[in-house]
């Protein structure tokens, strides 16, 4: 088994170990917040991480109403600006821990005396030495070149952060049963997938659409997917490609759709017939059945929009992951891509 397969696999246990490792932590963080009174989230990271952090943006926004900021970390190394960070918490995420700029933003954060959180797969890590809380993803060694474990890893130890600040039982009751409900994922979903990638075969380009809390899975899957497949793909959120992008595709073009149920997924429906009206190949993964495509993918749905993106991540590693196996493409190795990549 390549370990791109093995790493997929593993986000059940991996996921379920998460609140035991970190719950101390992230009480006392929670504890420090709320006796500041913090208003304001900046988030920095690179890569995987960053969408990561996008999911956080929504998840933050819709149950705490929470102004989140996805920083700019090249603005404290490249262009020496001192960012304001008053009353806000300051949160590092990057699997590694070794993200010179991102601890660039740490370092800053903590000279203005403000909470600095990393996240990371690495207790060792600068930037877990850097911030005042460190959470773990605890999610073993990842050797793979594409990030899976650590992606949701992340995603679910913010999640968790959510869950204790907000008090949300919706959240709590919904991280709960997750893991048994991605264990539940990795048994039904690669027999579609595997239908569904032989489809795809002699595709070169793609786009990826969603939008709300699964608009950064759309980000991070076409990531997965040029990473392993060497393709061109870019992740768009639903609302934007319609002005502009939506014109680069023609006949027979490969999209895929996230359409996740709920607030959402009427203007997923909208989307699929602008898609169907190009005669494009619209790939759709949902929830929801009786979609107007050839190609489809149902996933159950975790009975809580909080976690159902973390079943379009499971979805859209599979994806990649079937595309490799058929086109007999090494996921593991590259010729230009690190596994661990250090930006200034």
């Given amino acids: ?23 101390c932590t992230i009480v006392n963080l929670v504890k420090e917040i709320k006796e500041k009174n913090i208003t304001n989230i900046y988030f920095a990271a690179r890569g995987t991480s960053d969408h990561a952090c996008v999911f956080a943006q929504y998840l933050f926004g819709s149950v705490l109403g929470i102004q989140c900021t996805l920083g700019t970390p090249s603005l404290f190394t490249q262009y020496n600006t001192q960012i304001n960070f008053s009353n806000s918490l300051v949160v590092g995420v990057s699997q590694s821990g070794r993200a010179e700029d991102v601890n660039a933003v740490l370092e800053s ?8 959180v990393s996240i990371t797969n690495n207790v060792d890590s600068l930037l877990a030495k850097t911030s005042k809380y460190h959470l773990f993803c605890g999610a073993g060694e990842e050797k793979s070149i594409a990030a899976t474990k650590t992606f949701t890893a992340q995603m679910y130890l913010l999640a968790l952060l959510c869950a204790e600040w907000s008090q949300n039982f919706e959240l709590i009751n919904a991280l709960e049963i997750l893991p048994s409900q991605v264990k539940d994922a990795l048994e039904y979903i690669p027999d579609q997938m595997e239908c569904v990638a032989k489809t795809l075969l002699n595709y070169n380009e793609a786009v990826v659409l969603a939008r709300g809390l699964s608009y950064p899975i759309a980000l991070e899957g076409a990531l997965k997917i040029l990473e392993t497949n060497k393709m061109k793909v870019k992740g768009y959120p639903i609302s934007d490609f319609y002005h502009g992008p939506v014109a680069q595709l023609h006949d027979n073009d490969l999209a895929v759709v996230l359409a996740q149920s709920g607030i959402m997924y009427d203007d997923s429906i909208k989307m699929i017939d602008k898609l169907n009206s190009v005669n494009a190949n619209t790939v759709i993964i949902s929830d ?6 050839k190609n489809s993918i149902k996933i159950k749905n975790t009975n809580s929009d909080f976690t159902m993106p973390f079943i379009f991540a499971i979805s859209m590693q599979l994806m990649a992951l079937k595309l490799v196996l058929l086109k007999g493409i090494d996921p593991d190795k590259s010729n230009v891509i690190a596994k661990i990549t250090v930006t200034k």
Avoid: F, S
């Avoid at 954060?109 to 600095?116: C, D, R, S």
């Fill in 1 to 23: 088994m390549i370990n791109l397969e093995k790493e997929i696999r593993e986000q059940p246990e991996v996921l379920a170990r998460l609140k035991e490792i970190n719950a």
């Fill in 109 to 116: 954060a903590n000279k203005q005396g403000m909470i600095t």
């Fill in 288 to 293: 929801l059945e009786g979609l107007n495509t």
